[in-house]
């Protein structure tokens, strides 16, 4: 898991291992030091005794702007499936899913992105920011291709056909909890309360093993296949370094290298309390805690 600011809350614990994490206080995010873009890929979390008995967990997938002082599933950014009671969350909706997990539960997580067309390649390296620039959360100029015709209603981000998050239980599938993903670069994230600890697992040996392929015959991959190299047109003391190294995901990387001189300090946005930090469900779906 990274410690990189635009990755993970300040407030977030994560251990010396960087697999081991927790949040003492109300929901707070942090992310992987990698994400993925396209393909079938799978992690594990292995739920740990909390710190507190009021402790609660959201597990899911998220893109860089998703809210790091919120849980998972809190925008449109990201998405996620909450421990007690068992619920799925996206845009600060909640419904019903799949079945509670609690300490000793291992919950595996799969991603699948299909190819993506010109268009959709293109408008997510126009998402990019540059080396040298302040990285702007939240920022997102539609495309031409997806601006709306007339009185059209559109999404606020474009919608990924065919692609899917699913979730298992101790090896056991709970069947798709989205579909229809938004276009975007996901990371595994992890959203805990009160305490909820959990150490992520990503590969390449796991637990409970997913199946081989998903959708068609896709390789489902796990994590640690995933590796960052320094792009060749930039090169720095840095790369001259690490160009010929690729380095493994677990290491805290994903963010852009360094640069001879300080980037400007990352704009977070304003912590929300303890209270605020919770988002609103459907009617049906008790408040998380």
Known sequence: MSREDTHAAAQFVIESDRLTVWNDKGYRMAKASHGVETGAWYFEVDVLEPVRPEYNLRI???????????????DVFSYSVRAKPSTRFHAAIGSPYGEEYAPGDTLGVLIYLPQLDRDERQDLDDRKWKLGERYR??????????RPRGD???PPLPVLNGSELVYFK?????GPAFQKLYLGKYYPAISSYMGGKVK????????????ATWHRDTPIRPITD??????????SSAAVATESEPQPALASLSSPPPLPTPLPKTEAPAAATDAQSQPPVAAEVPPAP
Do not use: H
């Open 60 to 74: 899911g997938w998220s893109q860089i702007s998703g809210e790091l002082q919120a849980p998972c599933g809190f």
């Open 137 to 146: 959360q939240w920022a997102y100029s539609r495309p031409e291709w997806q």
């Open 152 to 154: 059209m209603d559109l």
């Open 170 to 174: 101790n090896g056991q599938c709970l």
């Open 200 to 211: 992520v697992n990503m590969g390449p040996t796991f637990k409970f093993p997913p199946p």
């Open 226 to 235: 995933l590796e960052y190299t320094l792009p060749a047109s930039q090169p």
